[in-house]
């Protein structure tokens, strides 16, 4: 297995992508941490199905935007599994979909937290726990053109951790990769939340693939970035999105 003796947190892990990619993970032999904020359900499935299958993970809640969850979480991480190999930032979000002129500072602040700040100090956190390891950063499509209408926010924070993930690599290599991945249209609850139907339909049709992704198509693309199967790529915001968009 390629990850096997290691240890990996997931943040955002209850549901969608990040549920997928702790399962992904696991299946290959990694210890996993799965955060999550609301989706205490699917988190605690999550780890009960790593754990069913012989292999060792927990559920954690916690805001990642709060200093002492995030210490919390890398804390327990580190006192069952012995340390921290691979970091998947995941969490994160929209909110809601608001124009320049219809927003509050408390909702640009909220989204940068959600997004940026989470990623930060999630990874400020884990290096001191990491001799060696990937970290893999979800971004955006968004961050390369803008996203959609209302996701000005959104967008920025996506694009700063396209940029954070850039600085990293050069500051935390060679011990360290970091890598980032820009879904496009993945089927999952943000879009159901954020994206009408018929807009759906639209990007589908336009999509060379001709389908959305899936959560798993994100989970093994995080894989191979955790893995030395990418043991030559570091700080690279890695484009998925069936063709929708060429960077």
Request: glycine share 12%.
């Amino acid at each position: 297995m390629k990850l096997n003796g290691k240890t990996a947190i997931v943040t955002g892990g209850g549901r969608d992508i990040g549920r997928a990619c702790a399962l992904r993970l696991a299946a290959e032999g990694a210890s996993v941490a799965i955060n999550y904020f609301s989706s205490s359900a699917g988190a605690e499935a999550a780890a009960e199905e790593i754990r069913a299958k012989g292999g060792k993970a927990f559920a954690l809640q916690g805001d990642l935007s709060a200093e002492a969850d995030v210490a919390a979480l890398v804390g327990r991480t580190v006192e069952e599994f012995g340390g921290v190999d691979i970091l998947v930032n995941n969490s994160g979000g929209m909110i809601a979909r608001k124009k320049i002129t219809e927003m509050s500072l408390d909702h640009w602040r909220a989204v940068m937290d959600l997004n940026l700040t989470s990623t930060f100090l999630m990874i400020k956190e884990c290096l001191p726990h990491m001799s060696a390891g990937a970290i893999v950063n979800l971004a955006s499509q968004a961050g390369r053109d803008g996203g959609g209408p209302g996701a000005i926010p959104y967008a920025t924070s996506k694009g700063a951790v396209m940029t954070l993930t850039r600085g990293l690599a050069k500051e935390l290599g060679p011990r360290i990769r970091v890598n980032a991945l820009c879904p496009g249209m993945i089927d999952t609850d943000f879009h159901n939340v954020h994206t009408k139907d018929e807009v759906r339909r639209n990007v589908e049709a336009a999509t060379p693939v001709k389908r959305q992704g899936t959560p798993e198509d994100i989970a093994n693309l995080v894989l191979f970035l955790a893995c030395e199967d990418s043991a030559f790529i570091t700080g690279a915001n890695v484009d998925i999105n069936g063709g929708m968009f060429f960077s």
